[in-house]
C-alpha cells in the first residue's frame, strides 16, 4: 500500500462514513466474479491476482511467482460458491489482503499464506495438504492465522486463549501481519453490518489491533485503521475534520508547497541528491492537531518528507535546512542514532515561515522509509539466511523486535493468564516511548512514566531484584523517580543475595516486565515483607549509643595524647566537632583553662574563631597511637543493612563508640559512627569497607555544627 492510500494528497475521493476509501481501488469485485470463470492455465498467472503480482514485483523483482499462481488456484476453487455479506465472492477478500501486504513489500511465503489464510478455517482444505504443497512455512503461518481467528479480542476474552494464541504466533511476526492486513480489509468493508456490530469491532481494533501495529511499526496500515476506526466511533468529529481538510484543499495558496519548493532549491544548491514530497497528515492526526493548536492553518495539514540514499545525507540535509531557513529547535529530534521500540529512523525537525507557520519536517533514506511504512514487513523471510550486509540492532531477528520479544519473555514469567493479560492491555495503552541512556553509551527504550524501577528490570531483567538505587544524570536518585526522554542512568547493584522487591515496587512500575517480575518474586517470598517492614522499622529508630557521644550532643573536646602543641604544659584536646586524625591538616586554639583545642584546618569554627580574631597556636602530630573519627554513612534502605555495616567495621578493627540512626528520608537513611581505631593508617581502609557494603553509596567523615565561640 502506498503512502498516498493513507495519507491522500486532496481529499476528493473521501466520503463520510465507516466505509470511507482514500482513493479508487482495484475492482475486486470484477476480479472475484471473472475468478468463478474457472482457474487459467497452468503455464500462465490467473488475470485476478496479476496486481498482486505487479505489485510484488515492484519490492521483489526477482521473485518467484510460481507458488501465488498455485495458491490462488486452491484458494479460489476452495472458496468457490462462498460469499462475503457484502454480495461479493469470498474470494475477493484474500485477494485483497494479499494486496495490502504485497503493496507494502512483503516477501513471497507471507503472500502465499495470506491468499490461503482462510482455507483451513472456512473449507476443505487441511493443514496437512497445505503443508504438502507449499512446505512447512506456509504451514506455520496459515496456522497462526486460524487460531488467531478464533481469539475473542474483547474486554470478555478468555486470557488463557489469547495467551496461548500469541505464544503459538508470536514466533513469526508475519503471523500478526497477515492478522492486521485482514483487519483492514474487513474494516473498509464494514458498512454492511449493523451499527452495533460495527462499533464493537472498531472498538477491538482500536484497543488492540491498532497499538500492535504501532509497536510492529506498521504505520500504512495502523493510519488507516486509525481513520476507518474514527469514522464509526465519532462520526461527527470525523465529518468535521473531513470539512477542514476540504476547506483547506480549495485555498489558493499552500504554504507546504511553498515551503517544499524552497527546501528543494536548498538541496539542490547544497548539491545534495533528494526527494521532496508533501506528506498531507492522515484524519485522526488532522483532528489531534486541532485539538492541540485550536485553529489550523495551511502547514498544520501536513508535513515534508525529504528522502535520500545514505544516513549522512540525512544530517546534511538537516545542517542545510537549520543553515538556510528558520529552524524551531524544539522541534528537533534523532530518531536515526536512537531508533524507535518499533524499528522507525528518521530526523524531525521544523522550520518557521515569515508569516509564523511553523512547517515540520521528516528526513529520512529511502530503505528508513520502508521500514518506517510497512515495519516488520520490510524485514522480508525470517528465515532466510543471513545477508552478507548484516543489520545491527533488533533489526538483525524479524522474529523478535523489540516490543514483541519482551512480549514473548512476559508469557514466559507471569504467574497467571489474568495477569499476562492485564498487563498486556496496559501495555498497549501505552502509546509514547522514551530513550534513556546507560552509563556504557547503550539505551533503553521505556513508556512515558517509566521510573528507574522499570530500567532496572529493562536492563537487568531478574537480577534486578538486587538494584538499590540509581544515579540519574550523575546525581543520586531512588528507584521511585520518574525518568525523562534523554536521562543517563546508572542502576546502583546491591550485593546481598538474599535482598529482593517490596510490594512498595509496584507501585513505581509502569511496565510489564516490572510488574510481573516484582509480582512473581513477592508471591514466592511470603515473608520477606515482614521482615522488610521489621528491618525498615528498626532502621528509623535510633540506636541506643554505648557512650555518651560528644561530638553529637555538644561539640565537647577530648584529650589527644598523640598531639604537640607550640604552647609548653597545655593540656591538648581533640574539637569534638571535626575529631582530626593523622595526617589531617590541623590547628589549634587556646581556650579557657589553659588548654589548647585541634581543629581541622578546613573546620567550620576555625574561619569563625580567625574573624574573631582568637590567635591561633601551632600544633602538630606526634607518635601515631589511637585515634577517634566520626564517620558517616548514607545509604539507601533495606534488610540486615546495620548488621552488614557493623560487621564490617568490626573486621576492620574499628571500635564502635556510638552510633546514631536518622529516620529513613526517600528510601534513604543518614548513619553516624563514632569509632576508636588502633592507628589512623585503618581509616582509608575502614571507608572503603564501609562503601562496600550493599546500600551504602556513601561514606565521609563528619563536619559537625558548633555554636558561635565554641571550641
Known amino acids: 500500500m502506498s503512502a498516498e492510500a493513507t495519507n491522500p494528497a486532496t481529499p476528493g475521493p473521501v466520503t463520510a462514513g465507516p466505509t470511507a476509501r482514500w482513493r479508487a481501488r482495484i475492482d475486486l469485485r470484477r476480479l472475484g466474479r471473472a475468478a468463478l470463470l474457472g482457474p487459467a492455465a497452468r503455464d500462465r498467472l490467473p488475470d485476478a491476482i496479476g496486481h498482486v503480482a505487479e505489485a510484488h514485483r515492484a519490492h521483489h523483482p526477482d521473485a518467484d511467482l510460481e507458488p501465488l499462481r498455485r495458491a490462488y488456484v486452491l484458494a479460489e476453487s476452495s472458496h468457490r460458491g462462498q460469499m462475503r455479506k457484502s454480495g461479493e465472492p469470498y474470494i475477493t477478500h484474500p485477494l485483497a489482503v494479499t494486496l495490502i501486504l504485497a503493496e507494502l513489500g512483503a516477501e513471497t511465503t507471507a503472500l502465499t499464506a495470506s491468499l490461503l489464510h482462510d482455507t483451513v478455517e472456512d473449507t476443505e482444505v487441511t493443514l496437512d495438504q497445505v503443508g504438502e504443497e507449499f512446505g512447512a512455512e506456509v504451514r506455520f503461518l496459515v496456522d497462526g492465522v486460524t487460531k488467531l481467528e478464533k481469539v475473542d479480542y474483547g474486554a470478555a476474552a478468555e486470557p488463557e486463549t489469547f495467551r496461548k494464541m500469541l505464544v503459538a504466533t508470536g514466533n513469526d511476526v508475519r503471523v500478526m501481519s497477515i492478522k492486521l492486513a485482514d483487519r483492514l480489509h474487513n474494516m473498509r468493508t464494514l458498512g454492511v453490518m449493523r451499527p452495533e456490530k460495527q462499533a464493537r469491532i472498531a472498538k477491538v481494533t482500536r484497543d488492540v489491533l491498532i497499538p500492535l501495529a504501532e509497536r510492529l511499526g506498521v504505520q500504512a496500515l495502523k493510519t488507516e485503521l486509525e481513520d476507518l476506526v474514527f469514522a464509526i466511533l465519532h462520526p461527527e468529529e470525523y465529518e468535521h475534520t473531513r470539512e477542514l481538510i476540504v476547506d483547506n484543499a480549495s485555498r489558493a495558496d499552500d504554504p507546504l508547497a511553498e515551503v517544499a519548493d524552497e527546501v528543494r532549491a536548498v538541496l539542490r544548491d547544497a548539491d545534495i541528491q533528494a526527494e521532496v514530497l508533501i506528506r498531507p497528515r492522515h484524519f485522526v492526526s488532522v483532528h489531534r492537531v486541532a485539538r492541540k493548536r ?218 510489564a516486565a516490572a510488574r510481573i517480575a516484582i509480582q512473581r518474586w513477592l508471591a514466592s517470598h511470603p515473608s520477606h515483607e515482614d521482615e522488610a517492614s521489621r528491618a525498615d522499622a528498626d532502621a528509623a529508630a535510633p540506636r541506643p549509643t554505648t557512650e555518651a557521644l560528644s561530638t553529637e ?74 585515634v577517634r573519627v566520626t564517620l558517616v554513612a548514607e545509604s539507601f534502605v533495606r534488610p540486615h543493612l546495620l548488621a552488614d555495616l557493623t560487621e564490617a567495621m568490626a573486621q576492620e578493627g574499628a571500635e564502635i563508640v556510638s552510633a546514631t540512626v536518622e529516620p529513613p528520608t526517600q528510601q534513604r537513611v543518614r548513619h553516624t559512627y563514632t569509632v576508636q581505631l588502633p592507628d589512623a593508617g585503618h581509616l582509608p581502609a575502614l571507608m572503603r569497607a564501609m562503601r562496600n557494603v550493599g546500600g551504602v553509596y556513601d561514606v565521609s567523615r563528619t563536619q559537625l555544627q558548633t555554636q558561635p565561640g565554641v571550641a
Open 294 to 511: 485550536g485553529r489550523l492553518r495551511g502547514a498544520d495539514f501536513g508535513r515534508l518528507l525529504v528522502l535520500v540514499g545514505e544516513d549522512a545525507d540525512c544530517y546534511g540535509v538537516l545542517g542545510e535546512l537549520h543553515t538556510c531557513m528558520t529552524p524551531v529547535v524544539s522541534e528537533f529530534k534523532d530518531f536515526i542514532a536512537v531508533p524507535k521500540f518499533n524499528l522507525y529512523q528518521s530526523l524531525h525537525t521544523a522550520v518557521a515561515r515569515e508569516d509564523g507557520q511553523v512547517v515540520e519536517v521528516l528526513i529520512r533514506t529511502h530503505q528508513m522509509h520502508k521500514v518506517a511504512e510497512a515495519g516488520v514487513i520490510a524485514l522480508g523471510n525470517p528465515y532466510a539466511p543471513p545477508s552478507d550486509d548484516p543489520v545491527d540492532g533488533e533489526r538483525a531477528d524479524p522474529t523478535r523486535p523489540g516490543w514483541l520479544s519482551r512480549l514473548l519473555d512476559w508469557q514466559e514469567a507471569a504467574p497467571d493468564p489474568d495477569t499476562f493479560w492485564s498487563t498486556l492491555r496496559e501495555d498497549l495503552a501505552q502509546d509514547r516511548e522514551i530513550t534513556v541512556f546507560r552509563p556504557d553509551g547503550g539505551t533503553l527504550g521505556l513508556p512515558e512514566g517509566a521510573t528507574c524501577v522499570d530500567a532496572a528490570y529493562a536492563q537487568y531483567g531478574e537480577d534486578a531484584h538486587a538494584c538499590i538505587g540509581a544515579r540519574v544524570n550523575g546525581r543520586l536518585a531512588t528507584l521511585s523517580t520518574v525518568l525523562r526522554d534523554g536521562d543517563t542512568v546508572q542502576l546502583l547493584m546491591g550485593q546481598d543475595p538474599a535482598s529482593g522487591p517490596s510490594s512498595e515496587w509496584l507501585e513505581h512500575a509502569h511496565t
Open 553 to 626: 550532643g555538644s561539640p565537647t573536646a577530648r584529650p589527644a595524647a598523640n598531639v604537640v602543641a607550640d604552647q609548653p604544659d597545655a593540656t591538648v584536646r581533640l574539637a569534638g566537632c571535626c575529631t582530626p586524625v593523622p595526617p589531617d591538616d590541623i590547628t589549634g586554639f587556646a581556650v579557657r583553662g589553659g588548654a589548647v583545642t585541634v581543629h581541622r584546618v578546613e573546620c567550620a569554627a576555625v574561619a569563625r574563631m580567625k574573624s574573631a580574631g582568637r590567635p591561633e597556636i601551632g600544633v602538630r602530630w606526634g607518635d601515631t597511637t589511637e
